[in-house]
């Protein structure tokens, strides 16, 4: 599996971004593609993830009602919509995918789950 993330920038508190994540080599339909943030000095953080093929979604507490992850299924890409942004969202965020199921849908917080990540994108969110 190879992935490919962009879609980071610099924006101003409140503003938007759009990050996307294409993907390739897929073998199987039984998927989770994680949106993964990681800031200066800090561990890698979960943010969003999309379940493959139910469509699941999942959040953290954080980013709840501000974020949005869904996949178009034309471009095998998925995207995370990032609204009302504030600085403390500033991080390069990476994506990741990992194959299979696990015994709670919680396991997929953990960035030892994943196969295959993409290459960072930064996004900053001045004040």
């Known amino acids: 599996v190879q992935l490919q993330a962009c879609g980071g920038g610099l924006v101003h508190a409140g503003g938007s971004l759009r990050l996307s994540c294409a993907g390739s080599?897929?073998?199987?339909?039984?998927?989770?593609i994680g949106w993964f943030r990681q800031a200066p000095g800090k561990g890698r953080e979960g943010v969003s993830f999309?379940?493959?093929?139910?469509?699941?979604?999942d959040y953290v507490d954080s980013v709840k009602s501000r974020f949005a992850i869904y996949r178009d299924n034309s471009e095998n890409t998925v995207y995370l919509l990032m609204n009302s942004l504030r600085p403390e969202d500033t991080a390069v965020y990476f994506c990741?995918?990992?194959?299979?199921?696990?015994?709670?849908?919680?396991?997929?917080?953990?960035?030892?789950?994943?196969?295959?990540w993409g290459q960072g994108t930064l996004v900053t969110v001045s004040s």
């Open positions: 990741a995918a990992a194959a299979g199921k696990r015994a709670s849908y919680t396991d997929f917080r953990n960035p030892g789950e994943y196969e295959a």
């Open positions: 080599g897929f073998v199987s339909s039984n998927y989770v």
């Open positions: 999309f379940y493959s093929p139910s469509g699941r979604t």
